[in-house]
């Protein structure tokens, strides 16, 4: 990419994100107001993604015969891996069918007008530091997503900075997955870190590469007391389904 067109994209995705956030946020507060979970919220937020991915200039290479085999009146455990920013409204564009609520650090929350939108629309805050707090953040969950959401998670707890492999993964979010017993779709992407790396503000259109995964069932046949078991093998698999993912884009570009 050309340094005039850097600079050109640029000059649209920042204003962008910034006018589109605070008037998506402030939409979603005003209308929470009377209308709580409504399907009008998750659609301003699914609008607000789409904005988001127009303005990035990205393009988005998914295996859409996968994601449409899914059952649109199940409710899912999304689980991905975590490169960037740009991950949440990548995914929440894709998986459109299902609105996932997304569980996040509590500090989020606290941001002016773009945390407020968050609670709004119904996204879940978690105090990592605190393990106590976030064990009863976790509980909350819980009671929240049993009323028939489907949840996204990323399980690296923060954005990974090294293509190679996929970093450790946490164990809270899969206590919430055995709690809510529901089937786990894991979901692999590759290349936005390349687009919006961690740390910069500024865009460089490429292309961006996800694969949606078959439902496991795992999290109903595991206890609480299997949990580390769960996530161990679960980080086995989506770090297979990586580098599967990656040895494929080699071959085909």
Not at 186 to 209: E, M
């Amino acid at each position: 990419m050309d340094k005039t067109k850097y600079v050109l994209q640029n000059l649209i995705f920042i204003p962008t994100v910034v006018v589109s956030t605070i008037i998506c946020a402030l939409l979603v507060i005003i209308i929470g107001l009377f209308a709580k979970r409504s399907a009008v919220l998750k659609k301003i937020e699914y609008i607000w993604a789409k904005i988001i991915v127009w303005a990035s200039g990205i393009k988005i290479i998914y295996n859409k015969d996968q994601l449409s085999k899914l059952d649109r009146n199940k409710c899912y455990i999304f689980i991905s891996n975590h490169f960037s920013h740009l991950d949440t409204p990548i995914l929440v564009s894709i998986l459109k069918n299902f609105s996932p609520r997304f569980v996040a650090k509590y500090s989020l929350f606290k941001i002016p007008i773009f945390g407020w939108g968050m609670k709004a629309v119904g996204h879940i805050p978690v105090h990592r530091k605190n393990k106590r707090q976030a064990l009863r953040d976790l509980n909350k969950a819980v009671e929240t997503l049993k009323k028939g959401e489907s949840v996204l998670l990323f399980p690296e707890g923060t954005r990974n900075m090294n293509e190679d492999g996929l970093l450790d993964f946490q164990v809270g979010p899969f206590i919430l997955a055995i709690k809510l017993g529901l089937e786990m779709v894991p979901i692999t992407i590759y290349g936005t870190n390349r687009c919006l790396p961690k740390g910069s503000i500024f865009i460089k259109p490429s292309k961006v590469y996800i694969r949606v995964h078959k439902p496991l069932d795992w999290p109903i046949k595991y206890s609480i007391k299997h949990r580390e078991e769960l996530k161990d093998n679960m980080q086995d698999y989506m770090q297979k389904k990586y580098l599967e993912l990656i040895k494929w884009i080699k071959e085909t570009e």
